[in-house]
Every structure is written in structure tokens, then in C-alpha cells.
């Protein structure tokens, strides 16, 4: 289910509870919220995130999962990245460039010995009409999240996920294809960086998308893509940042 539909569904609920006029402010908002370059829209929402994590709080050195709702809906992330202990700080429709705006938060309040960030797509889409970036736009804006984890906590790793190709954002593949080429480049010249393709093995053999690992809306993984990225994501963090011995 995209973004859009999911918080769309939540304001019918509310609708049905509380009248129009509360689920139709709602479903406003979220459409603006999704519309916007702005980091501040995501406020509220982190700002949830955090009360519910101050009940279970996470302790420092372990590995932070942050990014848009790739990470956001992998419900099973704690119990597949066993017995790493990891932390999911994604936020549904979130771009890139807001991810730099709250990084402090997310990622360096948690002092992780690792970092995994799965982003941009949403920034190469233009999600709603909001600002289309470029393929060239993403490299520098991951290397402000970057400059800002390592001026706090220099030898932590931090792991780029490589985009996946949705059959339903067929139009901004080549994009996609030139993000991930320019962004592997740039781990490559840090020992503290790493990219990780997940691309490659999410493709047929003829580079075509494969259909049996995304939701409905040809955007969003299912429970078979999300194993997927378990199969090659948890053995390079068991290898690379392993949990420190006791």
C-alpha cells in the first residue's frame, strides 16, 4: 500500500469515528505533507516516533535503519536482522533532503555503530508534484548525512541501499540506474562507507523489475522482497558490524 493509500484509509477511519470535517483536515495535511520539499511537515510524525521509542529505549551501539517507507513498512526488520539489534527510523513519502534535516535525531541521538539508509526515490519521483531532483542531486545530499553522523561519532559505518526499480515509476528508472552508479562511487572512496545492491538481484535476467516482489501498488515491497533484502543485507552487517563481544 503507498503512502498516499495507507494514510488515506486512516482518514476514512477517522472519518467514520469523528465526522468529516477532522478526516478531511487530515487527509489535507497528508497530501501537503507528501507535497513538500519542507522538513518541518514531518514534525509531528517523528516527533510520535520518539514518545513511543522513550518506552523501549534503544541503547547506544547499535545499528539505525533510516529512510523513507521501504523501511518504514519492513514490520519484520528486528526479528530478520536477528541477533543484530537494529532500530527502523524510517517515515513513510520522506525525501532525502529531509532526512538531512533530521539526522540528528534519527540516526545520532541513538549513537549506532552502524547506519543503513534506504532514500531518494521519492526525491527522483517528484511524489504529488513536489520538486523532481535529478540523479546528480542525491550524492551531496547524502554526503551532508554523512559529514553530519561522522563530526559526532566518527567510526561509525554507514551503508547505502541501492534503489530498487518499481514497475509502477517506470519513468525515472534511468534516474535510478545513474543515482545508484554516482552514490556506489562515492562509498568508494571512504572505508567508513558502503554500498549495498540490492538492485541487481531484483531484476529478471532481462533488467526487468520483478513483479513477485512488490505489493499491489508496484512501488512498495512484500514480505517476499522485504526476505530478499534480509538474504543480502543481515550477512554484510553480521560480516562488516558485527555485535560487539560481550
Not at 514490520?75 to 517515515?91: A, K
Not at 535525531?105 to 534506504?118: E, G, N
Amino acid at each position: 500500500m503507498t503512502s498516499v493509500a495507507a494514510e488515506t484509509v486512516a482518514a476514512v477511519k477517522v472519518l467514520l469515528r469523528w465526522g468529516g470535517g477532522v478526516a478531511l483536515a487530515w487527509l489535507i495535511w497528508v497530501v501537503y505533507r507528501l507535497r513538500s520539499d519542507r522538513a518541518w511537515v514531518w514534525w509531528p510524525t517523528l516527533s510520535w516516533m520518539r514518545w513511543t521509542q522513550r518506552r523501549m529505549p534503544f541503547a547506544p551501539g547499535g545499528i539505525v535503519f533510516a529512510g523513507s517507507s521501504s523501511i518504514r513498512y519492513w514490520q519484520s526488520l528486528v526479528s530478520d536482522m536477528s541477533p543484530l539489534r537494529v532500530l527502523g527510523q524510517g517515515f513513510g513519502g520522506s525525501k532525502l533532503s529531509q532526512l538531512v534535516a533530521w539526522t540528528d535525531r534519527l540516526i545520532i541521538s541513538h549513537q549506532p555503530r552502524a547506519v543503513v539508509i534506504y532514500s531518494g526515490e521519492n526525491d527522483l519521483a517528484g511524489v504529488l508534484g513536489s520538486q523532481r531532483r535529478t540523479a546528480e542531486d542525491l550524492p551531496p545530499l547524502f554526503e551532508q548525512i554523512c559529514r553530519q553522523v561522522h563530526s559526532r561519532l566518527p567510526e561509525t559505518r554507514i551503508y547505502w541501499v541501492s534503489m530498487k526499480k518499481p514497475p509502477a515509476r517506470r519513468e525515472i528508472w534511468s534516474e535510478i540506474d545513474r543515482a545508484n552508479e554516482l552514490l556506489s562511487a562515492y562509498c568508494a572512496g571512504d572505508s567508513r562507507l558502503g554500498a549495498i545492491d540490492v538492485l541487481t538481484p531484483m531484476c529478471d535476467a532481462w533488467g526487468e523489475p520483478r513483479s513477485d516482489l512488490y505489493e499491489w501498488d508496484g512501488i512498495h515491497l512484500n514480505q517476499s522482497g522485504y526476505a530478499l533484502w534480509t538474504d543480502i543485507i543481515r550477512p554484510r552487517l553480521l560480516a562488516e558490524s558485527p555485535e560487539p563481544a560481550a
